[in-house]
């Protein structure tokens, strides 16, 4: 059985990750809250989920 090795090893993220979130329809930016994720945020304005910058 072959064992896979050299597996798992592609997490070479290391670019800055997104400070601002913003919403899908009016554009509205909002800064981030570090450890939340922008999609469980929500823009006051349309009340629809935000997406990362
Ligand atoms: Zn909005």
């Given amino acids: 059985m072959p ?3 050299g597996r798992g090893m ?3 993220r290391r670019g800055n ?3 601002t ?3 899908p329809k009016c554009g509205k930016e909002i800064e981030k ?3 939340v994720p922008c999609r469980s945020m929500k823009c006051p304005d349309c009340d629809v989920p935000l997406m990362g910058k």
């Fill in 21 to 23: 979130c913003v919403c």
């Fill in 10 to 12: 592609g997490r070479q």
């Fill in 33 to 35: 809250t570090l450890g």
């Fill in 3 to 5: 064992d896979g090795t």
């Fill in 17 to 19: 990750p997104p400070t």
